[in-house]
């Protein structure tokens, strides 16, 4: 399975706790490659098809539907919960991707 930075991919993020998304859902592989390729864990952005306009939600279409990005639930998961790989984000989606990261986490 071809794990690159930008790809959406199936995950299985059940069993959570509290808060955190669950099920089975579209997920967007945040970690670098370099990572990809030597670890057995992933960081990943879950999605989701029901969100409020939220300053840590990107708004994407994938599979002809919309759905967002949750930049403020990004987890490591052990590779072993991805199911496959669906979709890669478009430029413009990546951009935005690293916009709001940044803001969110480093500025």
């Keep these: 399975m071809d794990l690159t930075q930008y790809c959406i ?12 998304i669950k099920k089975t859902r579209p997920c967007v592989v945040i970690s670098p ?20 306009k939220y300053p840590t939600r990107i708004e994407v279409i994938h599979n002809d539907k919309t759905g967002w990005i949750v930049i403020d639930q ?14 890669k984000l478009t430029d413009k989606e990546i951009l935005a991707v690293k916009n ?8």
């Design 33 to 52: 490659d370099e990572m990809n390729r030597h670890l057995q864990t992933i960081t990943i952005a879950p999605m989701t098809s029901q969100s409020k």
């Design 74 to 87: 990004i987890r490591t998961i052990d590779k072993i919960r991805i199911l496959k790989v669906l979709d």
């Design 100 to 107: 709001i990261i940044k803001e969110t986490f480093v500025d």
């Design 9 to 20: 991919v199936l995950v299985n993020l059940d069993p959570t706790v509290g808060s955190e």
